[in-house]
Every structure is written in structure tokens, then in C-alpha cells.
């Protein structure tokens, strides 16, 4: 299948028939944008390119789709976008959009019309349907979207900047750092994680960096969040329930516990401590190393 995105004018091919990555998922996500929404809208990953990676939610202004152009004027999305499809309570969601390796994205509510969080999701932020399809669900925790990518990407993936395919955050924020200024540790060159081919899928594998060290690690706390608000059956919620001002009073919005992953600085709450502690979750950034009450998990490579 071709996809071109209205916001960055590029087309990628993606598979029409996707297939499972025989050696796992890929864990290291490629900068930039990880699949196309319905609205051809570019889905960017779950980090916005800055120095100590992080989440969109604490670092940009979203706008009320939920999201934002990038500095060259790219519109994009990070995370689950009520524009695309307003949601309805207590419905299932619809196709949502469509990831790089052609497995489908649907909104974060499942058959049953109950919205799902990433405790309900797999390491990737997906799961096998009803109709025994896998498909990713976005969410409005992180990491929003995809988590890792589960299936194969074609040799010949179009446009998309190669640059784009080299291991990203969390695990590397060195190609953010600007005018040689280091915020901690020594800038990397990364090598490529995806490299076109001439045959039918790329050659896609993890390639962390071993010798650098953003200077964060994640622990997963529980916290009440608000998920995403809803329009009831029969109401008129326009194009989304946000506005500037906040929720349209017509939209429903549920408050649930849950556990969320957050940014720590290593040492004592600073990312000044350059050291390095056991990456003990190689790769293992979501649901592997977020389970559990209590239970801390530090995201990186090994050291």
C-alpha cells in the first residue's frame, strides 16, 4: 500500500499484507513519524526531538486535536487525536490509522466500548482483536502510541528520511543535541536501525548505543490520570471535546488508577550524575519492566 501524508509530503509504502518480525519486536524506535492517521496525518514517536527525552505530555502545547506542527511547519500527531474520529461512549473505536509495518491502529476503546490504557496493551501497545487481528491501540498514557514495532518494514519504505531510521529515545538523545552543546555524556553517532534493501523487507534490527547514557531512567508510579473524554450517543460534541478553556461540558471523562511511566533523573532527582546503573531491561522499555505496583525499571542501554 502507498500512504502520503498531508502534513510532511511524503509517501511511504507500506505493507498491504503485514507479516510478524520472526526475531521479536523492534525495541528501538526510529525518529520521526511511526505510521499515518485516517485524516493522513503523520503519528510522530512518543518523544519530541529535544536533549533527555522527554514525554510529550510534560514538554509541548497540543492544540485541540490534540496536536502540533514540528519547527519546519509539519503537522503531527504523538498520541490519540479525537479529530481523526470523535469518539462516542461506550462504542468501540474504528480504524484509527495505520502503523509502518501495515498493522492497523485503532483508537484506545476496545469491541466492548471500554477505553483501554497500556496495562491492556502488549509490550508493543497492541493486542489480538475479537476478530483474532493484531492490531496497536492508541492511548492517552505513554507511550501513547507504539511501544515497539511488531511487524516487518518494507525494503523499499519510500520517503521517509533515512536519518530517520537511526535508534532514538529513550535509549539515545545525542542526535538532539544542537551546536556541540552536550547536556550530559558525549555525543554518539548512532548507526542506522533500518537499512534499505533491494529485497521484499528491510534489514531492521536493535543497535543501542553501549557507551552513552542520557542521564534518565523510568519508574512507573500509580496515579489517577483522566482518560480521554467522550461524546455520549445522540450528543453534538463538534470535532473534539478539548477546548482552550478545557472540556466541553457535554463530553463525558473518566478518572482511573493506573500505573504510568515517568522520568527521574539518575542520582539523587538530577541529571547531572553521568554514571551508569545496570540497564537491567535492555529493550524491555514498556511492559516487561512496567508491571507491577512498585515496580522501577530503568530504560538504556547496557553498561
Not at 22 to 43: D, H, K, N, R
Not at 148 to 156: E, P, Q, S, T
Not at 275 to 280: A, C, I, L
Amino acid at each position: 500500500a502507498v500512504v502520503s501524508t498531508k502534513s510532511t509530503g511524503n509517501t511511504l509504502y507500506i505493507p498491504a499484507n503485514p507479516e510478524f518480525r520472526e526475531e521479536g519486536p523492534l525495541y528501538c524506535l526510529p525518529m520521526g513519524f511511526l505510521g499515518i492517521a485516517t485524516s493522513g496525518v503523520a503519528i510522530d514517536s512518543w518523544f519530541p526531538a529535544e536533549t533527555g527525552c522527554p514525554l510529550v505530555a510534560e514538554f509541548e502545547e497540543l492544540d485541540i486535536c490534540e496536536g502540533h506542527p514540528s519547527p519546519d511547519g509539519q503537522y503531527h500527531y504523538h498520541h490519540y487525536s479525537p479529530c481523526v474520529q470523535m469518539p462516542v461512549c461506550g462504542q468501540p473505536s474504528t480504524i484509527w490509522g495505520v502503523a509502518i509495518d501495515g498493522f492497523p491502529i485503532y483508537g484506545p476503546w476496545n469491541e466492548r466500548g471500554v477505553q483501554m490504557t497500556k496495562q491492556d496493551l502488549d509490550e508493543c501497545g497492541g493486542r489480538v482483536g475479537e476478530d483474532g487481528r493484531y492490531r496497536y491501540h492508541m492511548t492517552v498514557d505513554a507511550p501513547y502510541s507504539l511501544g515497539c514495532i511488531k511487524g516487518k518494514i518494507l525494503g523499499d519504505w519510500g520517503t521517509k528520511a533515512a536519518r530517520e531510521f537511526m535508534c532514538s529515545c529513550p535509549f539515545d538523545d545525542s542526535m538532539f543535541i544542537r551546536n556541540g552543546k552536550k547536556s550530559h555524556g558525549e555525543k554518539a553517532q548512532m548507526p542506522m536501525v533500518c537499512e534499505k534493501s533491494d529485497d521484499e523487507w528491510a534489514d531492521c534490527s536493535d543497535k543501542p548505543n553501549t557507551t552513552y547514557n542520557i542521564g534518565y531512567e523510568w519508574t512507573t508510579t500509580r496515579q489517577t490520570i483522566q482518560l480521554a473524554p467522550c461524546c455520549p450517543e445522540g450528543a453534538d460534541c463538534g470535532m473534539s471535546c478539548k477546548t482552550e478553556d478545557g472540556i466541553k461540558d457535554v463530553c463525558e471523562q473518566e478518572e482511573r488508577s493506573v500505573m504510568v511511566m515517568t522520568r527521574v533523573g539518575e542520582g539523587n532527582g538530577d541529571n547531572g550524575d553521568n554514571s551508569r546503573p545496570d540497564k537491567e531491561c535492555l529493550n524491555k522499555c514498556h511492559t516487561e519492566c512496567t508491571k507491577g505496583d512498585g515496580y522501577e525499571a530503568t530504560v538504556g542501554p547496557a553498561g
